[in-house]
């Protein structure tokens, strides 16, 4: 179980991350080369936090509903895998 959990907290740091840049991206220079770029990989980056938190074992209910929420899910997952954690 703890490795599921350190697997789901990097991908929450990573879908973090690629959220910030394209939220960044739109609020600032707004280049149609980072959306293209980083867009696909937010998104794989978020089917793959909502995979693993639905498919593993044990875990809380809020944590997986949490995982499938745009743009805050990888906050909300980073936050509970931390609480879950034994």
């Given at each position: 179980?703890?490795?599921?959990?350190?697997?789901?907290?990097?991908l929450?740091?990573?879908e973090?991350?690629?959220?910030l840049?394209?939220?960044?991206n739109?609020?600032?220079?707004?280049?149609?080369?980072i959306?293209?770029?980083?867009g696909?990989?937010h998104g794989?980056l978020?089917?793959?936090?909502g995979?693993?938190a639905?498919?593993?074992?044990?875990l809380?209910?809020r944590t997986r509903?949490?995982?499938?929420l745009?743009?805050i899910?990888?906050v909300?997952?980073l936050?509970?895998v931390?609480v879950?954690e034994p």
């Amino acid at each position: 179980m703890r490795r599921v959990l350190r697997v789901l907290a990097a991908l929450s740091i990573l879908e973090l991350a690629s959220v910030l840049v394209l939220l960044l991206n739109i609020s600032a220079v707004h280049l149609h080369a980072i959306t293209v770029t980083v867009g696909p990989i937010h998104g794989a980056l978020y089917l793959a936090v909502g995979v693993t938190a639905l498919f593993a074992r044990r875990l809380r209910l809020r944590t997986r509903l949490g995982a499938l929420l745009p743009v805050i899910g990888g906050v909300l997952t980073l936050i509970n895998v931390r609480v879950e954690e034994p």
